[in-house]
C-alpha cells in the first residue's frame, strides 16, 4: 500500500466547548479517511480528506442489498493530555471477520490502525476533553458498484469518519429499564449476528421503538431458534450477577463478539470473580429473582461501557435488580474501564495505544 | 402532495441497442424520481430530475444501520408498441409493508403509481423493444439521517431509477442447479424475512457465492428454526409439481410474498391445477423423488419470472427433474405471465396497467 495522501480542509469548523453541544454522533471532525477497493487491484488510494459528502450511484450496492460493515471505536484523551486508544487491533480484526461473513475483501488491520491513528493525530483538537467525553471513531465499509443484481460486490470504500461525543446515553451510568423481546427476533444461527452489519441493526429497530413507547430503553434479545436463551441487549452484551457469579452468554455464532465484552470477563478473572460464558435461559433468570439471586444485571458496550439494569420485565415478571441502582459490580467495572481508557489508571493489560499528546 | 417538477437532463445517453449491451441492471436511463421526508412534514418535492449520483453524508443511517427498503419491477413493450406494467399496485402496496417492518414511514401507493408512470412516459424511448427484455424498474427507500445512533431515521429519500434490461439469467428459461442450504439460515420467524430490505440480501451473499463455487446457480433456504422447510431460492419463491398437485412455502413471515408467485397461484387455480400454500419438507421432496412423484420444481420472481430447476440437491440426495428440461407447468407458466405482461395474450385478471404507447 502506497502512503497515505493528505488534503486539507479549507473550511475548518467550530468545535462543539460542551458535551450537551456535542451530543452522540452527530458532529463530525474536518477530515476523514478513505480508501478504494476493485477486485484484480485491491485497496488502493488511500487518503485524508476534508470531510464531506460522499458521491454514490443511486445504483450503488450498498443501498440496496446491504452489504455494509461498521466498527465503533474511541479515543480518549486522559487529564495528562494524553490521546488514547482502546484495543483497536480488536476492533479491526473484528471488522474483518464481518467482512468474511458479508464476502467483503480483508482490510489490513495494520495498515488502517496507522490510518487512523494519523487521521486522530491531524484531529486532536477534536478530541474532548471533558470528563466521559470522547472522540467517536466509526470505520465502515460500503459496497459501491453500481448495478442492480444480488451479487457480491467489486467495488468497495473503506471510510473512517470522526465525531466528538459525550455519553451514548445521556442519562450517564444510571440504571435502565429493559424488557425481554417475544415477538422480534434479532438473529439466528446461521444468519449474521455476530458481524457487525446494517442488517442486524435494521432488524433491531421495529422492537426498539416499541420498547420507547412502552417506557423501556432497549429490549433484551431471546435466541431465534428456541426465543428462551438471553443474546444480547440492544447492541450489546448482557451480563448477570447470579448468586455471587458473573454469567453471559456464550458466543454461538448469533451474538456480536463484543471487546467490551470481552474487557470485562478479562477484568472479572483478575479480580478473582467467577465468570462464565453459557447459555443463559431467561427462566433461569427469573427462578433466580425468585429466590433473592440475582444481584445485578448489566449491559457492556463501545458507547456505553457498562449500562446497569434497574428494571428487567419478562412475560409477567418484572425484576428490579438492586433496588433499581448500579450495583458494585458493574460500578467497579465501568470506574476501571473508563479509568485505563482516560488513564487515570494503570494499564496493566496493555490494552490503550498512545496517538499522540495535547 | 404538491405536483411533480422535473428537470429535464441536458445530457441525454446512448441508447443501448442490443440485449447483450443492456445485461441485467447495469445501465440507466436519463432520469429519475425523487422525494424527500422529513419527520414533522412528511413526504415532500416530489421531482423527476436528471440520473446521477446521490450526495450523501458519511454518516447516512442507511449506510450503517440497514435502514432500506427497495422494490422491483418491469415496464414492458409489446409488439402493439403499448408499454405495460404488471400489477404495480402489489409493489406499492408490498413497499409499504417494508416500510412498516423497517420503521420507515409509509408512501401513498397511489401517488407514487402516479410518479412511475410520468416518468416511465418520460423515458419511454428506453423501453426495449426486444423480446424478453424489458425496464427493470427500481423503487427504493433509504434513511438518510447523518448521525451515528442506532434509532430509526427522522429524514429519508424515496427514488425510483429505470434500467433497460435483458433477461436476469443469461441463459433464460433453462433448468438451472440448486443445492439446499445446511448451514446459513437467511431469515427467521420473527425477522424481516418478508420485507424487501437489504439485511436479507446481504444475509444470503455468502452462500451465493460458495453455491457458484460449487457450479450451482443458487441455494434454496430452509427455515432458521427448525431448518427442515422449504422457505426460498436464491431471491425467489419456491415451487414444487408433486403428483400432480402444486405446492408452494406458505408464507409464514420469513418469505417474501411474491408478485409472481401471487399471480402463478391465481394462473393455476384459473387453470383447474390443484395448488396448495403450505409447508414442505427438504425430506418431502426426497420421499416423492423416490417415488417418482417430484415431477417438477421452479422459481419465481419479477427479475427471471419462472426459472425452472432441473437439478436438486439435498444433503446426498441428487434429484433430477424432468430429465433435467424445462417441465411443461414451468413452460406453460412462463408464457402465460409473459405473454400477459407483453401483450400478446389477453389481460383476463386485469392485472396490467398501461402507460403509453411508443
Not at 467525553?133 to 469518519?161: H, M
Not at 425481554?180 to 433491531?204: D, I, L, P, Q
Not at 465484552?261 to 462464565?276: D, Q
Not at 459490580?329 to 496493555?350: C, H, K, N, S, W
Amino acid at each position: 500500500m502506497t502512503s497515505i495522501s493528505v488534503t486539507l480542509t479549507g473550511n475548518p469548523q467550530d468545535k462543539p466547548s460542551t458535551v450537551k453541544e456535542m451530543g452522540f454522533g452527530k458532529l463530525f471532525t474536518d477530515h476523514m479517511f478513505m480508501m478504494n477497493y476493485r477486485t484484480g487491484r485491491g485497496w488502493y488510494d488511500p487518503r485524508i480528506v476534508p470531510f464531506g459528502d460522499l458521491s454514490l450511484s443511486p445504483a450503488s450496492l450498498c443501498l440496496h442489498y446491504g452489504q455494509t460493515v461498521f466498527e465503533g471505536l474511541k479515543a480518549y484523551c486522559g487529564r495528562d493530555g494524553q490521546v488514547r486508544l482502546f484495543r483497536p487491533d480488536e476492533n479491526f480484526n473484528r471488522l474483518n471477520r464481518s467482512n468474511q461473513r458479508l464476502c467483503i475483501p480483508r482490510i489490513d488491520p495494520q495498515f488502517c490502525l496507522e490510518a487512523l491513528k494519523q487521521l486522530v493525530t491531524l484531529e486532536k483538537d477534536w478530541v474532548p476533553r471533558q470528563e466521559g467525553a470522547s472522540l467517536y471513531i466509526r470505520p465502515f465499509v460500503i459496497a459501491t458498484d453500481p448495478k442492480l443484481g444480488v451479487k457480491s460486490g467489486d467495488e468497495y470504500l473503506f471510510i473512517i469518519i470522526l465525531s466528538p461525543s459525550g455519553a451514548y446515553y445521556e442519562s450517564g451510568l444510571e440504571p435502565v429499564k429493559i424488557y425481554v423481546e417475544s415477538n422480534y427476533v434479532r438473529a439466528v444461527r446461521g444468519g449474521m449476528g455476530e458481524a457487525k452489519t446494517g442488517g442486524n441493526y435494521a432488524a433491531s429497530l421495529a422492537a426498539q421503538d416499541e420498547a420507547h413507547e412502552q417506557g423501556y430503553s432497549q429490549v433484551m434479545w431471546l435466541d431465534g431458534v428456541e426465543q428462551k436463551y438471553i443474546e444480547e441487549i440492544g447492541a450489546m452484551n448482557a451480563f448477570f450477577l447470579l448468586d455471587g457469579q458473573v454469567v453471559t452468554p456464550g458466543l454461538t455464532g448469533s451474538i456480536l463478539a463484543g471487546i467490551t465484552r470481552k474487557s470485562v470477563i478479562s477484568l472479572l478473572e483478575r479480580w478473582g470473580i467467577p465468570v462464565a460464558e453459557r447459555r443463559v435461559e431467561a427462566q433461569e433468570l427469573v427462578l433466580a429473582y425468585e429466590r433473592g439471586l440475582l444481584q445485578e444485571a448489566f449491559c457492556t458496550g463501545t458507547a456505553a461501557v457498562i449500562s446497569p439494569i434497574g428494571e428487567l420485565k419478562w412475560r409477567e415478571h418484572v425484576m428490579t435488580m438492586n433496588g433499581g441502582e448500579t450495583g458494585p459490580v458493574a460500578r467497579r467495572l465501568y470506574d476501571a474501564l473508563t479509568g485505563i481508557q482516560y488513564g487515570t489508571l494503570p494499564d496493566e493489560m496493555g490494552w490503550t495505544v498512545n496517538v499522540c499528546h495535547i
